[in-house]
C-alpha cells in the first residue's frame, strides 16, 4: 500500500521551459513535505520542502505548491536547465518534521537541449 | 564537511555470507537513517536513529538485518546469512536535531549490494 504515489515514471521537457513533478499522497496525516533530487550513483539531496500550514513555497527555480484536500503536491521548475535532469523523489512524514520520511517512487526527469 | 560516508560502494557476495555495511554520519547530527532502495520497493526506511539510540526499526524487514550505532561516529547495517533478495542500494543518512519546517535529511552516496 503505497501512501505516496508518483504516477508518472518518466518526464521530458525542452531547456527553458517548465517543469511540473506530481506527487499524490492518501495519508491525511502527513503534515510535512520534501523533494529531493537523486543522480545517478549519489544519494538523493534534498531540493525543497513545505509545511501542510503552507500552500506554497518557493526557492529560486524550484516552487512546490500543496493542495491538502486532493492531497496533492507538485513541483515546478522554471526554467529548466539540462543539469536538472535527475530523479525526483518526493517524501512526507507526520511527524512536522524530516523524521520517518515516506518516499515516492520517482520521477526520471529529461531536460533536453 | 565530508558529508555522509558510506563503505564499502559497491558489495558482491554470495548467498549465505555475512554482509557489513558502514556509515559515518556528518559530524553533530543527532540522527542517523538506514534505507534501502529497490525497483519495487522504492526507497525505503529500515530504521532510525536518535543519539545513538534505535528508536524505529519497524522497517527492518528480517530478523537476519541488524543494526548498531556504537557511537555518533559510526553505524553498522548487518545481514546475516544474506539472500539474493537483500540485492539493493542501501543508504545511510542523517540529521540534525529534527524540530520543524526547515528538516532534511542529508544522504550519503549509498551502497550497491548484490547477493549471488
Known amino acids: ?113 | 564537511d565530508a558529508g555522509v560516508i558510506q563503505s564499502p560502494r559497491h558489495e558482491v557476495t554470495e548467498m549465505g555470507q555475512e554482509v557489513t555495511l558502514r556509515c559515518k554520519p556528518i559530524s553533530g547530527h543527532d540522527y542517523l537513517f538506514w534505507y534501502r532502495q529497490t525497483m519495487m520497493r522504492g526507497l525505503e526506511l529500515l530504521i532510525y536513529f536518535n543519539n545513538n539510540v534505535p528508536i524505529d526499526d519497524s522497517g527492518m524487514p528480517e530478523d537476519r538485518f541488524s543494526a548498531k550505532m556504537p557511537n555518533a561516529s559510526f553505524s553498522t547495517l548487518k545481514i546475516q546469512p544474506s539472500e539474493p533478495r537483500d540485492s539493493a542500494v542501501y543508504f545511510c543518512a542523517s540529521s540534525p536535531i529534527l524540530a520543524g519546517s526547515t528538516d532534511t535529511q542529508y544522504f550519503g552516496p549509498g551502497t550497491r549490494l548484490t547477493v549471488l
Open chain 1, 1 to 113: 500500500d503505497q501512501q505516496v504515489k508518483q504516477n508518472s515514471p518518466s518526464l521530458s521537457v525542452q531547456e527553458g521551459r517548465i517543469s511540473i513533478l506530481n506527487c499524490d499522497y492518501t495519508n491525511s496525516m502527513f503534515d510535512y513535505f520534501l523533494w529531493y533530487k537523486k543522480y545517478p550513483a549519489e544519494g538523493p539531496t534534498f531540493l525543497i520542502s513545505i509545511s501542510s500550514i503552507k500552500d506554497k513555497n518557493e526557492d529560486g527555480r524550484f516552487t512546490v505548491f500543496l493542495n491538502k484536500s486532493a492531497k496533492h503536491l507538485s513541483l515546478h521548475i522554471v526554467p529548466s536547465q539540462p543539469g536538472d535532469s535527475a530523479v525526483y523523489f518526493c517524501a512526507a512524514s507526520t511527524s512536522g518534521s524530516a523524521r520517518q520520511l515516506t518516499f515516492g517512487s520517482g520521477t526520471q526527469l529529461t531536460v533536453l537541449p
